[in-house]
């Protein structure tokens, strides 16, 4: 079975450009999570969804950063403008839910650099 | 305050021997989840090993066991016959239910292992 699949690996672009980072889900799951990765900051959870609805976007750093679910099959995280200090990897995950354990299945991972 | 704190920034340990991976954890939750991650150079993130609260035994999986003392909040991996590829960054998180189905993780900041030969 397919795992979580992120596109695009890697983008480079420069600040000010609009970023739009892609996540489709392990089919069946239904709860799907962003979180970004720095070294400074750790891994900080931005948002995430419970069949495609946002549940909680308290950790997404402010109106640049937006997400959407319009189905069960895929998610984009879009910066814009983006910024220098949005560089960072932003890793996708998911989680059937209900009575399982609540393990987070990720996905490589998007590595983001904004010159 | 910290959700979950490791204390140890980096760890080095000698091929075949076991090495523990500190991992305290602050909630008022009666029902919470632990959980350890694996993150190799390459950046994936690998599952290891959970262990809920209300859990009698220690998690076992292969060579990694959870080391869990609920009365300190402490969940440390313990690595048992370490290998080269062990190598990598280590990280605990939580999974607190707040009442409902919460499913979300609160991470530490990691611990990085280096296994010598």
């Known amino acids: 079975d397919a795992g979580v699949i992120q596109s695009p690996r890697h983008e480079v672009t420069e600040m000010g450009q609009e970023v739009t980072l892609r996540c489709k889900p392990i089919s069946g799951h239904d709860y799907l999570f962003w979180y970004r990765q720095t070294m400074m900051r750790g891994l900080e959870l931005l948002i995430y969804?419970?069949?495609?609805?946002?549940?909680?976007d308290s950790g997404m750093p402010e109106d640049r950063f937006s997400a959407k679910m319009p189905n069960a099959s895929f998610s984009t995280l879009k910066i814009q403008p983006s910024e220098p200090r949005d560089s960072a990897v932003y890793f996708c995950?998911?989680?059937?839910?209900?009575?399982?354990?609540?393990?987070?299945?990720f996905g490589e991972g998007s590595r983001l650099t904004v010159l | 305050a910290q959700k979950i704190t490791q204390t140890q920034p980096g760890m080095f340990v000698q091929e075949k021997e076991a090495v523990t991976l500190d991992c305290t954890y602050d909630?008022?939750?009666?029902?919470?989840?632990l959980f350890w991650y694996k993150q190799p150079s390459s950046g994936e993130m690998i599952f290891l090993i959970y262990q809920g609260s209300y859990d009698e035994q220690n998690a076992t999986e292969g060579r990694y066991s959870l080391n869990f003392q609920k009365a300190r909040k402490s969940a440390n991996l313990v690595i048992s016959a370490s290998q080269l590829g062990d190598s990598a960054m280590y990280f605990c998180a939580m999974r607190e239910r707040g009442g409902g189905s919460n499913y979300k993780l609160t991470f530490g900041k990691g611990t990085l292992l280096t296994v010598n030969p």
């Open positions: 995950a998911s989680t059937p839910g209900q009575a399982y354990t609540g393990e987070l299945f």
């Open positions: 909630t008022s939750d009666q029902s919470y989840g």
């Open positions: 969804f419970n069949n495609n609805v946002p549940i909680d």
